[in-house]
Every structure is written in structure tokens, then in C-alpha cells.
């Protein structure tokens, strides 16, 4: 199916569990991100990524992990979960970064991923 | 690190009645995006704005880009049960990636 997609979509675990959270897009976009959205905060930047085997951190990095060693893949992985990361997990990519283009800086959401953990 | 305050918090309106909301940055932005999210989605892009002054549509949907360049307003004229969701504003921070406000939680009693 063309678009992006995350996997899985509902998600329950243990504290101090490793949980993984794929994203795969077929658009080849040079840009992935991953946000967490919480009620009262928005979408708030964990990592993202400007192409394979380049990846940076964002506003909410601590606990989390992101590799990318192929363009469509971004899997963002718990290595150990805890309470406060239950949270809605959104994937997106973007073609282009550049201010001076137009379209510049819209991104193409994934569904979520919701996960829970006890 | 970049701040966008997006109010109001949630409005419950009647069908037909037209909605207004707004988002205000700490700094100057260059670019202004409205996202819309529905229940179990992910969001998705309503309206982009480059340039301050700009005022765009989108059927009932129009936002305008502030002459500040730190604020962004969209309005949303004759409600329907469907605009119910979440609007977010967006826009570049540091490193040009896109902050988000908090979210405004729209629902619409029929």
C-alpha cells in the first residue's frame, strides 16, 4: 500500500519491557519523524531522521532509540518502557526541509500507534 | 524551546455555527500550518501559509497568516457533525522542524 504506515497500532507492555514501533513509507521521502502526543502537549519531537544512517534528536528524546538503514524504514524502540511513556506514537515524513521551497516543512502522518504500559 | 499557544482548549458548538481559533508562537515564523486530526488518525495537513498578511481557503475552512508573523488564525464557517476532531497549528522551530500547539478539541452537537 502506498503512504506510511506504523505498526503495530494498539500496544500493551510491561514496565521495563523493550518495545519497538515501526514505521515504513513508500514515498522515498528524505525526512522521518517521530512525535508523541499527550493530552495538554501536542505533538511533541522525539527523534527524526534527514536519510539512512543520519538521525537526530528532538524535544523529548530520553528513553527512546531510532536507527534508519533503509529510506522507508524509522523504527523507534523503548529499550526499557516505563509508565510515563504510555502515549500515542505518530510517524511522519516529509520530502524537503528547505524554508525556500514551497511545501517546505508539511508533514504526511502515519495512524498511531497507541501504547499502553502497566 | 519554542512555544505555540493554541486556544481555545476544546469548544463544544451547535451545527451551523461557525468556530474561530488561534495560535500565537514566542517567535517569528515564516511559515504557518494547520493540521486537522480525527479520532483514531493521524493528522492531516488542512491549510499551509508562507507568507505574513496571506489569508487562504480551503472550502469552510479559512486561516490567515498574522502581520506579526507570530500568530495564525483559522476560522471554520457553517459547522458540520464531520468537523469534529483536533486542529493543531504548526510551524518551523529550531532546525526547521515543525513545533505544534497543544490543540484545540472540537466537538458539535447536532
Known amino acids: 500500500d502506498a503512504g506510511i504506515t506504523q505498526s503495530p497500532r494498539y500496544k500493551i507492555t510491561e514496565t521495563g519491557r523493550q518495545v519497538t514501533l515501526m514505521c515504513h513509507q513508500t514515498w522515498s521521502h528524505s525526512y522521518m519523524f517521530w512525535y508523541r502526543q499527550d493530552l495538554g502537549h501536542g505533538l511533541r519531537l522525539i527523534y527524526y531522521s534527514a536519510a539512512a544512517d543520519i538521525t537526530d534528536k528532538g524535544e523529548v528524546p530520553d528513553g527512546y532509540v531510532v536507527s534508519r538503514s533503509k529510506t522507508e524504514n524509522f523504527p523507534l524502540t523503548l529499550e526499557s518502557a516505563t509508565r510515563s511513556q504510555t502515549s500515542v506514537y505518530f510517524c511522519a515524513s516529509s520530502e524537503s526541509m528547505d524554508r525556500g521551497k514551497g511545501g517546505a516543512n508539511v508533514l504526511t502522518f502515519g495512524a498511531g500507534s497507541r501504547l499502553t504500559v502497566l | 524551546g519554542q512555544q505555540l499557544n493554541q486556544s481555545p482548549q476544546s469548544m463544544f458548538i451547535q451545527e451551523g455555527e461557525d468556530v474561530s481559533m488561534n495560535c500565537t508562537s514566542s517567535?517569528?515564523?515564516?511559515?504557518w500550518l494547520w493540521y486537522k486530526q480525527e479520532p483514531g488518525e493521524g493528522p492531516v495537513l488542512l491549510i499551509a501559509l508562507y507568507k505574513a498578511g496571506e489569508l487562504t481557503s480551503n472550502g469552510r475552512l479559512t486561516a490567515q497568516f498574522g502581520i506579526t508573523r507570530k500568530d495564525s488564525f483559522l476560522n471554520i464557517s457553517a459547522s458540520i457533525p464531520s468537523d469534529v476532531g483536533i486542529y493543531f497549528c504548526a510551524g518551523p522551530g529550531y532546525g526547521n522542524k515543525l513545533v505544534f500547539g497543544a490543540g484545540t478539541i472540537l466537538r458539535v452537537k447536532s
Open positions: 517567535s517569528i515564523f515564516n511559515t
